[in-house]
């Protein structure tokens, strides 16, 4: 096994262990840290080439995650009552932000957040009862989440 | 830290020399009453994290206790809060770089997904020779997902070591 020291100033585990096992596969073993103080380590499998650590290390570098939170999960399918979603980014030259939102039918709507000091909300209304799903646009080494609220 | 002498084989006719009697007497009580043993109260002023799915030393530097030994057992004890993600998590002790159990899943875990649990086991290291032996914490999650062992001031992970016998 290889362990690969690096500083990830900007660190969210599971999106980031998900980015390197679409690159590595089978040859990524796993993310440990030791809080913000430390250097993470990159655990990979012995057979891991130079070629490969030098994916890893690109990924981590490109590694801009986005958090996405909900104040409910239930509202109203009145077209009054809303939920509000928060993102909140980690890296002061993060990626602009969109939110996909995919209702019941499954239709989608696009929406760019605006950020200031890396958060930004969305007050989400809805007037078809149903399940949406709410994830991030172009999640890939950013977010791996995928939150619902349901409208009734 | 005192020594342990191995005891002779006392023959009749031997003169007991004050010697003797420090050596075999006095200095091995005084090692029996304090043997070798460490303890860890590790606050790492922040949580430790893996997504390994192969055992992985939680912390190689600060989680790792050596016991020189005269003995050849040894008892460890672990105690912390652990956070499991889907499909759970393992924990095993490594003596000398080799896991303690040997077992696909370690000495203790859960099979699911768990929000701050206790994790709390001991274990009795045996047929160990005299001499300095390494004994390092390690874990893995049973998938791919974050596990997380809290390590703060709020509530440290208990580490320890004792020869015993």
């Known amino acids: 096994m290889i362990g690969l020291n690096v500083r990830i100033p900007y660190f969210a585990s599971g999106v980031l262990d998900a980015a390197l096992r679409s690159v590595l596969h089978e040859k990524l073993i796993g993310i440990s840290d030791y ?3 430390r250097p ?35 509202i109203a399918a009145n077209g009054i009552d809303a939920v509000t979603v928060t993102l909140s980014v980690l890296r002061p030259d993060a990626a602009p932000v969109a939110l996909v ?13 605006d950020l200031v000091n890396g958060i930004g909300t969305l007050a989400l209304t809805a007037t078809i009862p149903g399940t949406y799903a709410i994830a991030l646009q172009n999640p890939a080494n950013r977010s791996i989440e995928t939150l619902r609220v349901t409208a009734s | 830290m005192p020594t342990f002498t191995p005891v002779l084989a006392w023959n009749a006719g031997r003169i007991v020399t004050a010697t003797d009697l420090n050596t075999y007497v006095s ?39 050596t016991l020189v030994m005269s003995g050849g057992t040894a008892e460890i004890k672990v105690a912390g809060i652990v956070s499991y993600p889907a499909s759970g998590g393992y924990f095993d002790v490594t003596v000398d ?21 206790c994790i709390a086991f001991s274990i009795l290291v045996t047929g160990l020779s005299a001499g300095s032996h390494t004994f390092k914490l390690q874990w893995r999650a049973a998938t791919a997902a974050t596990m997380t062992l809290q390590s ?3 509530m440290q992970v208990a580490f320890s070591a004792q020869e015993v016998s």
């Open chain 2, 97 to 117: 770089g080799t896991r303690y159990s040997g077992a696909t899943n370690g000495i203790t875990g859960q099979d699911a997904s768990s929000g701050g649990v």
């Open chain 2, 27 to 65: 200095g091995n009580d005084a090692y029996l009453l304090n043997r070798p043993n460490q303890k860890i109260l590790r606050n790492n002023a922040s949580n430790y994290t893996t997504t390994s799915t192969t055992f992985v030393d939680v912390d190689t530097t600060n989680l790792a206790i």
């Open chain 1, 40 to 74: 993470s380590t990159i655990w990979l499998s012995e057979s891991a080439t130079a070629d490969e650590q030098a994916q890893a290390l690109a990924v981590i570098q490109a590694h801009d995650p986005v958090s996405i939170s909900l104040d409910k999960t239930a």
């Open chain 1, 101 to 113: 939102i995919t209702q019941p039918g499954g239709a989608q709507l696009t929406q760019a957040i």
């Open chain 2, 152 to 154: 703060t001031s709020a």
């Open chain 1, 35 to 37: 809080g913000r103080d």
